[in-house]
């Protein structure tokens, strides 16, 4: 295998292997093993062990072959110039609902930039099409375990897909999918919904095609297509409405329902264990809340966009927001509350899940095993354990900015509330002076006008504190951003 990028020496940690070798910025790493080093994963891979061999080539041009006996995991004590030791790969598609193509012009480069890497995909939760991966690719997935591997399937028809995503071989990546299934790698799918191209009978048709992947196809989220104003020359695509959105969550909440009851009816024939049923129960509620979360969303984005739109929100779509307003009360003293926020959160609980099937695998490694099986078991309990704790830190900080947030809004919404007060008393002042003939119609026209929009920056921002008392009440709704493709 091939690999164009060169590992040019950056940095050497003091008192290391590698200063001990004399290694200096500027050599360059021609192979590990014997191997060429195809990227940081390979490094790693072929790194962690107690003897290595490594050709380096020195600045003067000299190759030298180093061995190496060290601890397992004990680094050499390199860096390199490219952390990543390859080039990201970049998709070979020409998607019709394409985000990067919408964007507008004249941005910073790399924002143009239509990455799909698999390793991306590990190191940074972005989705890939799988469309630019050869058998080799899938191959190196399942040899380091690279997992979840987040997968844009978009529809599990192949012509549509090829259609879709206006590449010729799109269609065909259901053996990989398939391959990194029968692996055990864990994948998390989604679904741009493009109204009349992907939705109705089709989505109704991916999801039950997807639903052979479980339990190692992990989630499916259903994304409606984002369209900006910047699509000249793209295929045309319609916005869904809010009647098309219902739909759609109907026809979600049909299959995830229908799933758990399926995954229950196997877990009580012996077919699937507790675990995975958990997961799926879990992922279920998990679901639940984000769906939540969207209808309350929608209904804000509608009453923004009727306001552009000049219409009133409750004349159009019969909308009553109640602006009554009460400061939010911890339930309990911070740390008591974080405690048992970390313990209902969905995001946690499936860590903890993976943190104890990593456990129970490595535990018991059966004698058969190969070298490698058993320290890809060690690798992965160890990175179940990194995750958990990495995970119950982050939604840790983020219920605490939440909390901050909701403090600064209530002050926020203190002062909206005094600017109401002021309007509706100058608004007051103005009518009194027009009939003392002191200040003319247009006066008072202006006051009412200052009433309206003091009212209605005080209802946005009650909206939103309503929004975030909600999302800070289900802390597994908190920090989950997934990088959509
Ligand atoms: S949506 Fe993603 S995969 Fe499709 S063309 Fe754009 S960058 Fe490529």
């Given amino acids: 295998m091939k690999n164009k990028t060169k590992h040019i020496i950056k ?68 860096t390199f110039e490219n952390e990543f030791m390859d080039q990201y790969r970049s998709c070979s598609n020409n998607c019709i609902f394409c985000f990067i193509d919408q964007m ?44 979840p591997i987040n997968i844009s399937f ?27 299934y029968e692996a055990g790698i864990e994948m998390n799918g989604q679904i741009v919904l493009c109204k009349g191209y992907n939705d109705g009978a089709e989505l109704e048709r991916s ?49 995830q329902k229908k799933l758990y009851e399926q995954g229950q009816e196997k877990n009580r024939l012996g077919l699937l264990s507790k675990y995975n049923l958990n997961q799926l129960e879990i992922a279920a509620k998990q679901a639940q809340d984000n769906v939540a979360l969207l209808e309350t969303s929608m209904e804000q984005l509608y009453i923004k966009l009727n306001d552009l739109m000049g219409e009133k929100a409750d004349a159009r779509f019969e909308y009553v927001y109640d602006v009554t307003y009460t400061p939010y009360k911890l339930s309990l003293p911070m740390e008591q509350y974080l405690n048992a926020a970390l313990k209902k959160d969905l995001t946690i609980q499936l860590k903890e899940l993976a943190l104890d ?11 058969s095993n190969t070298r490698l099986d058993s320290n890809t078991q060690e690798y992965n309990y160890d990175t179940a354990k990194r995750n958990l704790k990495t995970a119950k830190t982050d939604k840790e900080m983020a219920i605490r900015n939440a909390y901050l947030q ?17 309007a509706q008393a100058d608004y007051r002042a103005a009518q009194i002076n027009l009939r003392a003939g002191n200040v003319t119609k247009t006066a008072v026209e202006q006051a009412e006008m200052g009433v309206v929009s003091a009212q209605n920056s005080l209802n946005q921002l009650i909206y939103n504190y309503d929004m975030l008392v909600f999302t800070f ?11 959509a493709q």
């Fill in 104 to 147: 507008p012009p004249g941005m910073r480069p790399t924002l143009y930039f239509k990455d799909d890497d698999s390793r991306l995909s590990f190191l940074q939760g972005n989705y890939i099409t799988l469309t630019n991966m050869s058998d080799h690719d899938i191959d190196r997935i399942i040899r380091y375990h690279l997992a």
């Fill in 473 to 483: 009440e289900n802390p597994s709704l908190l920090g989950n951003t997934a990088q």
């Fill in 11 to 78: 940095t050497i940690e003091p008192g290391s292997i590698a200063e001990e070798l004399e290694l200096e910025p500027g050599d360059e790493l021609l192979r590990v093993n014997g191997e060429i080093i195809e990227d940081v994963f390979d490094y790693h891979f072929q790194t962690n062990d107690t003897y290595l061999e490594l050709t380096i080539r020195k600045k003067d041009g000299e190759e030298w072959d180093l061995e190496i006996e060290k601890e397992y995991d004990e680094e050499i004590g390199i």
């Fill in 154 to 180: 978009q529809t599990t028809n192949p012509e549509l897909r090829c259609k879709m995503l206006h590449n010729r071989f799109a269609g065909n990546i259901f053996p990989k999918v398939q391959r990194l």
């Fill in 207 to 255: 999801i039950s095609d997807l639903s052979k992947y479980l339990p190692h196809l992990k989630s499916v989220s259903v994304v409606p297509v984002g369209l900006s104003k910047y699509r000249d020359g793209l295929a045309p695509l319609e916005p869904f409405t809010r009647e098309d959105a219902k739909e759609v969550l109907a026809t979600i909440h049909k299959w």
């Fill in 406 to 422: 909701l403090q600064q809004m209530e002050t926020q919404i203190t002062s909206a509330q005094s600017s109401l007060t002021k």
């Fill in 357 to 367: 099937s990593a456990k129970f695998t490595k535990n018991y490694v059966g004698e």
